[in-house]
């Protein structure tokens, strides 16, 4: 069954670049959600979108910002990268028809040097 | 504030040795509670959706049950393949996942 895809799966910036994260969900589904996950730490909410419209916020930095566009995928788009932002970013997708159940991708491994 | 709490933190359990993990919840409502399986550096596999008290579902070795304040996975005869880090998240609206810290499982042969 097709999966999550997440793109890059690494990544290595410097301070103060900017970085892209792509997303593309399970074919279907209809809400993308953003997590980050730092070291030895569990899954923070960042951001969703239902239908390309944002539908929650966590605690995502006024530094990022994400979309999801017309074909469904989404991108996180994060500025004047810090040390801190080092961390698994995983992008998981699900449907209203399937009881909200979040599918995860493999994540995308973000290092700030 | 919503919390959901996970113990142990670690658990080591010989092959066969059968064991349950524990997730404490607090939530304004309800909205569903999930158990992930998570391997070092990869994205959290879903495992079980339960939604209301007194519910159970089963997946090979795993069995996962719901009270209302609380979760329980019990793994039975365990292999070396069922180490990982087992994850415990809620949701509390149409979007959000609130996780625990996790609980990390290793079985040895």
């Known amino acids: 069954a097709a999966g999550v895809i997440q793109s890059p799966r690494h990544l290595i910036k410097e301070k103060r670049e900017t970085a892209t994260l792509k997303c593309y969900p399970i074919?279907?589904?209809?809400?993308v959600y953003w997590y980050q996950q730092g070291p030895g730490q569990d899954p923070q909410f960042l951001i969703s979108f239902y239908e390309k419209m944002q539908s929650d916020k966590g605690s995502i930095p006024d530094r990022f910002s994400a979309q999801q566009f017309s074909d469904y995928h989404s991108e996180l788009n994060m500025s004047s990268l810090e040390l801190g932002d080092s961390a698994l970013y995983f992008c998981a997708s699900s449907s209203r028809t399937n009881s909200y159940e979040q599918y995860f991708g493999p994540g995308t491994r973000l290092t700030v040097t | 504030e919503d919390q959901v709490t996970q113990s142990p933190e670690a658990l080591r359990l010989q092959e066969g040795e059968s064991s349950s993990l524990n997730c404490s919840y607090t939530?304004?409502?309800?909205?569903?509670l999930f158990w992930y399986r998570q391997d070092p550096g990869k994205g959290p596999e879903f495992l079980f959706t339960?939604?209301?008290a007194g519910e159970e579902k089963e997946k090979e070795r795993l069995k996962a049950t719901l009270t209302k304040k609380e979760s329980f996975l019990h793994i039975t005869a365990p292999k070396p393949e069922d180490s990982a880090t087992y994850l415990c998240?809620?949701?509390?609206?149409?979007?959000?996942?609130?996780f625990g810290a996790g609980t990390t499982v290793t079985v040895r042969a």
């Open positions: 998240a809620v949701r509390v609206n149409d979007y959000k996942l609130s």
């Open positions: 074919p279907r589904h209809d809400t």
């Open positions: 939530v304004s409502g309800l909205r569903g």
């Open positions: 339960l939604y209301s």
